[in-house]
């Protein structure tokens, strides 16, 4: 274990195993909550640690909150008859329950994941031992496979970093913060106050519709318009037949076109009101 979150309020192994018997064998509450706000740091330090190495999608916020509820876990299920001490058992938990959570958010499959790992460290020690970045013809070399697979997996971990209009534009150093949204140039009209409201609305409209639809239905968006599979690939992915997704396909277009188009049926009514 590493030893890099250090608090003044952090227990020894001790006497954190006393706060655990004073709510395990007497269920004192505030001595679950010491207990818990001790290690607090902790959960911080782990989701900022793998945050920095997934994309910028991830939100740490999401990442600290999930590893609370798996501490907060640990202390029902701690046992130091097993020979770990609370803050053993406890980073094992946390760490488990962010690499659970991130890869539910994270859309691209494992090894593409990995591919990238590998495709950086070929590029930082590369670099190390020339002093330039390598070109795709070089790094392909380093990574003993053709430009052609280089690219294809370069090409797949950039539809997978899907970036969050809320993230917070990187290098801004003002006093208000700027979110990445707000350095996307607006086309001609943007600014006008009604269109802006109804595109608005229309989106949410959208996303309530996708939201909607059966899990293996948004399923099926997510590997055709975030993936970019062909309707054969979806299928065996599914398990099901390439006309099946084909049928699929229609009744979700048709789900959402609907519920669109009620949408738009109504509008001359709601700017009338």
């Known amino acids: 274990m590493e030893a890099a979150f250090v608090t003044t309020s952090r227990p020894t ?4 195993e006393a706060l655990w018997r004073l709510w395990h064998e007497s269920r004192d509450v505030a001595a679950r909550d010491r207990l818990v706000l001790s290690y ?7 989701a900022c640690r793998k945050v ?3 994309p910028a999608h991830c939100e740490l916020d999401d990442l600290v909150s999930c590893g609370l509820v798996a501490l907060i876990a640990s202390v029902d299920r701690f046992d130091p008859a097993k020979g770990a001490t609370f803050e053993q058992y406890a980073w094992t938990r ?3 329950a962010i690499m659970d959570d991130l890869r539910r958010q994270d859309w691209a499959p494992r090894s593409l994941r990995r591919s990238g790992r590998a495709i950086e460290r070929a590029r930082e020690e590369w670099q190390s031992r020339t002093g330039r970045m390598p070109t795709d ?11 052609a697979d280089l690219r294809s997996q370069l090409d797949g971990l950039s539809r997978a970093d899907l970036l969050s ?7 801004n150093e003002e006093a208000m913060p700027v979110e990445v ?11 006008d106050p009604e269109r802006a409201a109804l595109a608005g609305e229309r989106a949410a409209v959208l996303k309530s519709a996708i939201s909607s639809l059966s899990e293996r239905e948004q399923r099926i968006l997510v590997l055709l318009y975030v993936h970019h599979l062909q309707g054969a ?20 277009r048709r789900t959402l076109k609907e519920r669109i188009e009620a949408y738009d049926s109504e509008l001359p009514r709601r700017k009338a009101a």
């Open 94 to 96: 946390v760490s488990g």
């Open 52 to 54: 920095r190495e997934l």
């Open 137 to 147: 013809e070089e790094l392909a070399s380093e990574l003993e496979i053709t430009v």
């Open 165 to 171: 209009l809320n993230t917070p534009a990187r290098g």
């Open 40 to 46: 607090a740091p902790m959960v911080k330090y782990l």
């Open 13 to 16: 192994a001790e006497s954190a």
């Open 181 to 191: 949204g707000d350095t996307i140039e607006a086309s001609v009209g943007e600014f």
């Open 233 to 252: 690939e979806i299928g065996r992915i599914l398990g099901v037949s390439e006309s099946r997704v084909s049928q699929l396909l229609s009744g979700i």
